[in-house]
């Protein structure tokens, strides 16, 4: 079956603007949650959501907002984008979210803020 | 606060020979320890876990180690090949969590040279 898949693969955008990006997790899961990357801080856990609800929320400034959709699609958004928001930007999809072995990562929208 | 941290951010060993990466934690919280890779302009994928109840699960050439007295995990590899060559994070689910968060570590670069 297919796997989680983000859209867009890269973003460039300038300091200010705003981004959001896509998540379309495994079918059948209904669990989606987001990672951010950088170098030397490891995957920081953005939110999760779970049938439309945000169940778990890591601790990112207000700026950073998601949401995920009736079909289970979610979107992230940040706005009044900063340099330090440059990373790559993972989505991670399970069933229901009570199994961590289940949790199955897409291959992650890399944003640049100039 | 840095609750996973691996401290070696690259280790390059020869093929056939054992790898070995180290995990820190300090949330005594923690229930269920994984271990995902990640190749360049791919997600993580599921590698091994380990719950807290255990000192040792083994999967093929995969073996992680947990020593709950010292809060530290290890992955070791053997024997080592040249696609092992990756990312390795060492990640963490708290007893209290409800959901998929996970806390990541780092990551650390295993290079496998031929």
């Known amino acids: 079956k297919a796997g989680v898949t983000q859209t867009p693969r890269y973003l460039i955008k300038t300091r200010g603007q705003q981004v959001t990006l896509s998540c379309s997790p495994i079918s059948g899961h209904r669990s989606v949650s987001w990672y951010q990357q950088t170098p030397g801080q490891g995957l920081q856990f953005l939110f999760e959501?779970?049938?439309?609800?945000?169940?778990n929320k890591g601790n990112f400034p207000g700026r950073f907002s998601g949401r995920q959709f009736s079909n289970s699609r979610s979107e992230m958004n940040v706005s009044t984008l900063e340099l330090g928001d440059s990373a790559l930007y993972l989505c991670a999809s399970s069933r229901d979210g009570t199994s961590v072995y289940e949790q199955y990562f897409g291959p992650g929208t890399r944003l640049t803020v100039t | 606060d840095q609750q996973v941290k691996q401290n070696s951010p690259s280790l390059s060993v020869q093929e056939g020979r054992i790898s070995i990466l180290n995990c820190d934690y300090t949330?005594?919280?923690?229930?269920?320890f994984l271990w995902y890779k990640k190749y360049p302009a791919e997600g993580p994928t599921f590698l091994i876990s380990?719950?807290?109840?255990?000192d040792k699960n083994e999967d093929g050439r995969f073996t992680v180690f947990l020593n709950k007295s010292a809060k530290h995990l290890s992955l070791h590899i053997v024997p080592s090949q040249p696609g092992d060559s990756a990312v390795y994070f060492c990640a963490a689910r708290g007893r209290e969590t409800s959901g998929s968060r996970l806390t990541f570590g780092e990551g650390t670069q295993l290079t496998v040279n031929p």
């Open positions: 949330n005594s919280m923690f229930d269920y």
């Open positions: 380990i719950s807290s109840i255990k």
């Open positions: 959501y779970f049938s439309e609800t945000q169940r």
